[in-house]
């Protein structure tokens, strides 16, 4: 079986055309990674990746995580941790996207604009337009944040300065510039690997920035062992685990349902089309990885928001109380209850994941309900002469698919929900770091696995094309579609 595998890999570079194509992607994934390694000047990155080792250290011990800086650090391939140029990464672009998806799917003029000749092009341009004021406005919150570190949160017991000399206007516009340069030349390098290389370049840019940290979590790993913290035979439970997770997630993402589609012959001027029949798929997990990213996003902020403001409060309530004046005692009884609610919701806790398990299923719907759009579907096949065998064109079918696609994407939404939440309780319960945890499901697992399916089917095809033996024998697919 692996000779077959090594011998499809040595036919891929057998075609010219892929050959270039497969060149061309390391080369640029290859830039993407320098941009990553390449320090802002007038910031001292070496200091902010002390500072990272150090709360990966303590969370080791502790248990837990942070999940804002952790979700972040793991887009921008560690950037962000070296205050290098990429720090702001392709969230940005992948940001500016969403909002134009979802924009197209409220707002008339540009659900018009996309069914145009061209309208999808221009809505691109709309997007890059859109990341440019996204990463202006992120650059320079990120170039205050770097000037007073300890007020970001999880620096709380930052020591020390991130900004080299003075951190006047000068350093504000230089460094939002930077980091605006920085996350558009990789969005330009995404999109060049779309159109001259092989696979999606902006999901391939990510995947590459995850599986850099590949290296850091496998020495985790190691040390759980070596420092006798752990019993080999939970090595071995986890290995199967993270096989059992890729799978399941394998499975999950190339899940659908094949609705029938059945079309009658017909007559349009003097040509007549002869009928025939197809399916028309319904995939488990249609929203992707957006109900997480969407959920986690969200949930960062609450605890923070609540944590600080019951301290305000709190704090206020014991001047007013040591003044001896009325009042003090009820602002530091809410200070106190608001600071509370924060822990509770804090990364985590059980009401974080309750939380994010709601958000994660509503989001699905969302996504569902703003991207898939049944009644258009309907219109298309009974425009075109199709129908699904036992259900009535027009209205009926709508609803049919609208049931249909509603248990899928409640199937789908708990297999997310279950990814979601695993490696939070693999770091909690079991005490594995979270550098490591965070290969066992969340956002990184169905990223790097559906980015792998999407880059193989493209080389599949260039190898069926050209009648290569690997994937392709004897006229019949063979592997992992069969």
């Known amino acids: 079986m692996f000779a077959r595998y090594f011998q499809t890999i040595s036919n891929c570079f057998k075609i010219p055309e892929l050959r270039s194509r497969i060149i061309f992607t ?19 990155g070496f200091a902010l990746s002390e500072y990272f080792k150090f709360l990966a250290d303590k969370q080791s011990d502790e248990g ?48 018009k604009l996309s069914r145009e000749e061209g309208g999808r092009t221009q ?31 999880g620096f709380e017991s930052f020591q020390g300065e991130l900004v ?24 330009w390098l995404g ?28 020495f985790s790993f190691y040390e759980m062992f070596a420092k006798n913290e752990a019993h080999p035979f939970k090595g071995v439970l986890l290995v199967a685990l993270l096989f059992a997770v890729v799978g399941a997630v394998i499975a999950v993402t190339q899940a659908m349902r094949k609705i029938p589609v059945q079309y009658a012959q017909r007559t349009v001027g003097r040509k007549q089309y002869q009928g025939g029949s197809t399916y028309f798929p319904l995939r488990v997990n249609y929203a992707g990885v957006m109900p997480i990213i969407f959920a986690q996003a969200i949930m960062m902020f609450p605890a923070q928001i609540f944590g600080t403001l019951g301290r305000v409060l709190a704090d206020k309530g014991s001047v007013i109380m040591t003044a001896k004046e009325s009042g003090g005692q009820f602002l530091k009884s809410l200070g106190d209850t608001i600071t509370g609610m924060g822990d509770a919701l804090a990364y985590g806790s059980v009401w974080n994941l309750v939380m994010v398990g709601l ?3 509503f989001f699905s719907y969302f996504w569902v309900a703003t991207q898939f759009n049944e009644t258009q579907i309907s219109d298309d096949l009974k425009k075109g002469g199709g129908y699904i065998p036992g259900v009535r064109p027009g209205n009926a079918t709508r609803d049919f698919l609208h049931h249909a696609m509603s248990r899928l994407t409640l199937a789908g939404a708990m297999f997310l929900v279950a990814i979601a939440i695993l490696p939070t309780i693999l770091t909690n319960e079991f005490k594995i770091p979270m550098i490591v945890a965070q290969f066992f499901g969340g956002t990184s697992v169905l990223i790097m696995v559906g980015v792998m399916l999407d880059t193989m089917r493209q080389v599949e095809s260039h190898l069926a094309q050209r009648h290569y033996d690997g994937f392709l024998k004897t006229g019949k697919v063979r592997g992992r579609f069969n």
Request: hydrophobic letters at 50%; a neutral charge.
């Open 123 to 153: 809505i691109i341009k709309y997007g890059r337009y859109l990341t440019v004021l996204l990463c202006l406005g992120q650059g320079f919150v990120m170039s205050m944040g770097w000037e007073h570190p300890t007020k970001i949160p």
């Open 191 to 218: 999109e060049q690997i779309t159109e001259r290389g092989i696979g999606n370049g902006i999901s391939l840019v990510i995947t590459v920035g995850i599986i850099s940290r590949i290296d850091v979590a496998a």
């Open 164 to 187: 080299i000399g003075a951190a006047d206007w000068w350093y504000h516009l230089r460094t939002t510039l930077l980091l605006t340069t920085g996350s558009v030349l990789l969005m």
């Open 64 to 111: 837990g995580g942070n999940s804002l800086l952790g979700m972040y650090s793991m887009f921008t391939g560690g950037a962000m941790e070296r205050c290098a140029l990429g720090s702001l990464g392709i969230m940005p672009y992948i940001s500016a996207t969403i909002i134009l998806q979802l924009m197209t799917a409220v707002v008339p003029s540009l659900s």
């Open 359 to 361: 958000m994660i299923l």
């Open 26 to 44: 390391l080369l640029l994934l290859l830039v993407c990674r320098l941009i990553a390694q390449v320090p802002v000047p007038g910031l001292d």
